[in-house]
């Protein structure tokens, strides 16, 4: 009887300590769930403040090109404002960057099909040469034409149809139509990751019958025009007859060098630009990609945009 007081006051302090740690650990949780309710706010309002910058720098890339457009309707070249790379600027709460590139310097893969949806054997042999200038298998050519074009038979020596990717997993189809970005150069048969991202700065996917812009073309996509024209004799171009300022004439230029039907699809201006534009917000950064077509006033609106991936 002398110990039931010492155990009874045992229990009270063991109660007591167990009252303490759950209403420690009660706190600790409700403190964990305001941190983190708070840190989502802030997220949430950082990534819609930084999209509401990327939209300023889209409308501002517009009057740039409106405003380029106006100036010198008849060339578009890397020594215009369009073309200079902007330095970070500080905005509330971070900084942004920026840059336009024509996207019509570019080959553009779904210039491998004509309107009818058939094989355009002169865009094709510029492609097999612009994947032999790059030292990427020639034949990637023809996996892309089944990809696009609108039959179901393979092509020779080397196509892919349906066939060749049912056994993908998952499996799936070709399209067998246009596509809207060259990311899905990734989903075609064959193409190694290694081989994706060698080709991806030099490809584009832009409407069919685009013309190419050789006054913003690189050496690697100059050189794939003709069999004539070596990557040095492009970097020659380039450097000695093109510089900042463009072809002086394209026609005089390029007359000796290029086929008949090829020379009338490539021109000086341009009607196809991406913006690459990048936020950071605290802690919180956002790239858009949105490719801007710009119509004969100078009118130039977004008709595609992507976040992280171009």
């Known amino acids: 009887m002398s110990s039931f007081p010492k155990n009874e006051s045992g229990v009270a302090i063991l109660t007591s300590m167990l009252v303490v740690t759950l209403g420690t650990l009660i706190a600790t949780n409700l403190m964990w769930q305001a941190n983190l309710d708070l840190r989502r706010a802030e997220t949430a309002l950082a990534t819609d403040q930084g999209l509401m910058y990327l939209q300023g720098a889209e409308a ?3 009057e740039i090109l409106r405003q380029d457009q106006l100036e010198s309707p008849d060339s578009d070249h890397l ?3 369009w073309a200079i790379q902007l330095s ?3 905005v509330e709460g971070g900084l942004i960057a920026g840059h336009l590139e024509d996207l019509q310097g570019r080959f553009n893969l779904n210039n491998l099909i004509t309107p009818q949806g058939e094989e355009d ?3 094709r042999s510029v492609f097999e040469r612009l994947l032999i200038s790059l030292n990427l298998d020639p034949s990637i050519a023809g996996v892309a034409v089944d990809w696009l074009d609108a039959d179901s038979s393979a092509g020779f020596p080397r196509g892919a149809e349906d066939a060749a990717y049912a056994g993908s997993n998952p499996p799936y189809r ?5 596509i809207t970005s060259s990311s899905e150069l990734r989903a075609m048969f064959g193409l190694e990751l290694q081989d994706y991202s060698r080709l991806l700065p030099y490809v584009t996917a832009l409407p069919i019958g685009t013309r190419l812009n050789v006054n913003t073309a690189s050496e690697y996509v100059l050189a794939s025009l003709s069999s ?3 990557l040095a004799a492009a970097e020659s171009m380039i450097r000695e007859q093109r510089g900042l300022n463009g072809f002086i004439d394209i026609n005089n230029t390029f007359e000796r060098l290029l086929d008949q039907d090829l020379l009338p ?3 000086a201006v341009s009607q196809h630009f991406l913006l690459v534009a990048s936020v950071s917000i605290s802690n919180n950064q956002t790239t858009m990609y949105s490719l801007l077509q710009r119509d004969d006033s100078g009118i ?3 008709v595609f945009r992507s976040l992280g991936v171009e």
């Open 60 to 62: 501002w890339a517009g």
């Open 79 to 81: 020594g215009e404002k």
């Open 88 to 90: 970070p600027m500080a």
């Open 121 to 123: 054997l002169v865009w």
């Open 174 to 178: 070709v399209p067998n139509s246009i």
């Open 228 to 230: 004539d024209i070596s």
């Open 265 to 267: 699809r490539i021109d």
């Open 300 to 302: 130039a609106r977004s």
